[in-house]
């Protein structure tokens, strides 16, 4: 029996309590270390057969799949999951868990080889949260923002496209009271590299307001 202690439906995660001793555990890893071509598992009991282990490679991660999560790096994989897999471990191989396995892509309603995990990262920070407050509550700054295209990345003397486009900036804004204007490109913020324009707002998301 367990007591649900929070929720947060712009990641969907979710933090259980349950009253027991000596439970077994496993081990939780760090998704941040985690690369395209290195090779995951997945435990659950797709369509009720317990104890299965699936293996697959990683296809990309920070992935965005819809806009309604898009507070959420999928990690895109290749490892089978099916109905009875929802809410397992994403494991690497050293067994440590660096993944919640929520979704596929499908036009069968059954696995085709696209699978989308939870960075666990994302999920211990929600966890947190939830600890303390009971609620996540998410930091903004308050501008709209484009991908950088190669020839924007060109004049401002960029070795790549990289980082997040300012379009326009709320007055009156947190970004408009520390001096962000529009033309400005963001290629680092709270000490983490923006490559993509979509990891912007998702490291804001993580931030304390304040």
């Known amino acids: 029996t367990a007591k649900v202690i929070g929720s947060d439906a712009a990641t969907d995660v979710a933090l259980l309590k349950v009253e027991a001793n000596d439970l077994p555990v496993l081990t939780l890893g760090e998704s941040k270390a985690l690369k395209p071509g290195q090779w995951v598992v997945a435990i659950g009991s797709p369509f009720g057969l317990d104890f299965t282990v699936t293996a697959g490679i990683v296809s990309a991660i920070g992935r965005t799949i819809n ?33 919640i396995n929520p979704q596929i892509y499908s ?9 989308f995990a939870i960075p666990i990262d994302v999920a211990l920070k929600v966890r947190d949260q939830l600890v303390t407050h ?7 700054i308050g501008v709209q923002i484009t991908e950088v295209s190669k020839e924007t990345a ?57």
């Open 67 to 99: 806009p309604d999560q898009r507070y959420v790096p999928f990690i895109q994989t290749d490892v089978a999951i099916n109905p009875g897999n929802s809410g397992g471990p994403l494991l690497n191989l050293r067994g440590e868990v660096i993944g």
């Open 107 to 115: 036009r069968s309603g059954g696995y085709m080889g696209l699978s």
């Open 134 to 140: 009971g609620k996540v509550t998410r930091g903004r």
């Open 154 to 210: 060109e004049s401002f003397g960029l070795p790549k496209p990289m980082g997040a486009l300012v379009n326009s900036v709320e007055k009156g804004g947190p970004a408009d009271k520390a001096g962000v204007e529009a033309g400005d490109i963001v290629i680092k913020a709270d000490g983490r590299e923006v490559r993509t324009s979509s990891e912007l707002p998702r490291i804001i998301t993580m931030i304390k307001p304040g």
